[in-house]
């Protein structure tokens, strides 16, 4: 694909962009891309710590005279109009703007889905970030932005959109998806000779794993190894569950399980394991979404939180050549790994700017359907009046774990994990049990207002 071809409009065209969360990591990727893209003019930013923003604009080269803090709409409007940058703490005042397309990236389900629905209406185009509010109601703002002649689309440079791409591009050229994925966050680095383990900032002693290190003939058997081997550490992000939860929805794939499978493995193990059980592998299904934790030696290369796609092999030449030139083939030939080592956040965003505005087609999927549920599992027993508070980057709920249930499962009975974030419990909930809608009480907030439109037609 020539993607200088694909955009050649871009010459002749002005794309102007709002971001919410600029001060975020995410902000920031985009923010950098910007700069050099002449074709990109950015309207508005919005983030709540405005002065921490305009530190980060002046430190990429943004010049401090195009930087315009606005209270009110006619500020906004002004600055606009003068060609500056409108820095505003209310989201509101985007609807002032002059947009084409605004970029989420709040993180914040309720304020991203207002945010969302409220450009939409305007004919503005929407770029989802926030992966927390396309998870529960992304279905329903893509059917809204069809409704108003606009895209709603994920955002290149995340995971999610990444991994759609993937699982689309195999499809149109006839390949059959048994299994897509990604790795989680942080990869697991092992050192043979010293037996450590090092993983995030920390350094573990697990010397056992260096028996562990090959796949063995019993796949399951192996991983169930390593599992034991590393049993003191993460082996799950809620953030991963999410993201599966966008991609489910957008392709139609279904969850692999219900804790998703999260096998330690290494890159070249992949056409081995996310395979069916009747040729060695781990999946009771195929068609599915699932996610591994990458174990790495030193001088290996890392997965770089990328996405990747097992195809069936249909020709057992075509794939022993492929094989011998390094692509990750499975031991029976049966199955082939395909994948993407690297995720880019905001500098690959763009592409799905320059698609939405230029060609009005989402770089995601032009139609979402609920495939999948996240929802919430409790550990411990919860009292009525408990709030389900969230802490943390990695979303987590205190006392409660992750599920990813097929829709026919969830769907209407099962509260969506980050619908049920920070609400309060209306009963006592004993230990094991799923949390269901009517577990919570569910005041009319913008998540909630748009999931309540999921099945309206």
Not at 185 to 210: C, F, K, N, R, W
Not at 403 to 418: D, I, M, N, R, S
Request: aromatic fraction near 6%; hydrophobic fraction near 40%; charged fraction near 20%.
């Amino acid at each position: 694909m020539n993607y200088e071809t694909l955009f050649q409009d871009l010459q002749n065209r002005t794309i102007r962009i709002a971001l919410t969360g600029a001060n975020g990591g995410f902000g920031r990727s985009l923010l950098v891309q910007c700069r050099h893209i002449k074709a990109i003019q950015i309207a508005a930013l919005c983030d709540l710590d405005l002065d921490a923003t305009r530190t980060v604009l002046l430190s990429l080269g943004y010049p401090a005279e195009n930087l315009v803090t606005c209270n009110d709409a006619h500020a906004v409007q002004a600055a606009n109009a003068q060609g500056r940058i409108a820095l505003v703490s209310d989201y509101r005042l985007l609807d002032a703007a002059t947009l084409d397309i605004v970029v989420e990236a709040t993180g914040n389900p309720d304020i991203s889905a207002q945010i969302a629905v409220n450009a939409i209406r305007r004919g503005v185009h929407v770029a989802m970030v926030s992966k927390e509010t396309d998870a529960v109601v992304g279905p329903y703002l893509n059917r809204l932005a069809l409704e108003h002649k606009v895209v709603y689309t994920t955002a290149d440079g995340d995971q999610p959109s990444n991994l759609i791409g993937l699982v689309t591009w195999a499809r149109v050229l006839g390949f059959e998806v048994v299994a897509a994925g990604k790795s989680s966050e942080y990869d697991y680095v092992y050192d043979p000779a010293s037996g450590a383990l090092a993983y995030t900032d920390q350094q573990h002693q697990i010397p056992a794993l260096s028996d562990l290190l090959s796949l063995g003939q019993d796949v399951p058997a192996r991983l169930q190894e390593r599992r034991q081997a590393i049993s003191a550490l993460p082996q799950s992000a809620t953030p991963d569950y999410c993201e599966m939860n966008v991609v489910a929805n957008s392709t139609g794939l279904t969850p692999a399980c219900d804790a998703l499978s999260y096998p330690l493995c290494r890159i070249a193990e992949l056409a081995d394991i996310f395979v069916p059980r009747a040729d060695g592998g781990i999946l009771d299904r195929e068609g599915v979404v699932d996610v591994f934790n990458c174990l790495r030696l030193p001088e290996e290369a890392s997965f770089g939180g990328g996405v990747f796609v097992v195809v069936r092999c249909t020709d057992s030449e075509v794939w022993e050549t492929l094989r011998q030139k390094g692509h990750v083939v499975g031991r029976n030939g049966k199955y082939a790994c395909i994948y993407l080592p690297y995720h880019l956040m905001g500098l690959e965003t763009p592409i799905s700017l320059f698609s939405a505005v230029l060609h009005g087609r989402p770089s995601g999927s032009a139609t979402q359907e609920v495939h999948a549920v996240m929802a919430a599992q409790t550990q411990r027993q919860f009292k009525a009046g408990e709030v389900l508070a969230m802490r943390g980057h990695h979303h987590n709920i205190d006392g409660l774990k992750p599920l990813l249930l097929p829709a026919k499962e969830a769907h209407g009975v099962h509260a969506p994990f980050y619908l049920a974030a920070n609400r309060t419990l209306r009963v006592d909930v004993p230990a094991g049990a799923i949390i269901g809608l009517d577990m919570l009480e569910l005041s009319d907030t913008p998540l909630h207002n748009a999931w309540k439109q999921l099945d309206k037609s």
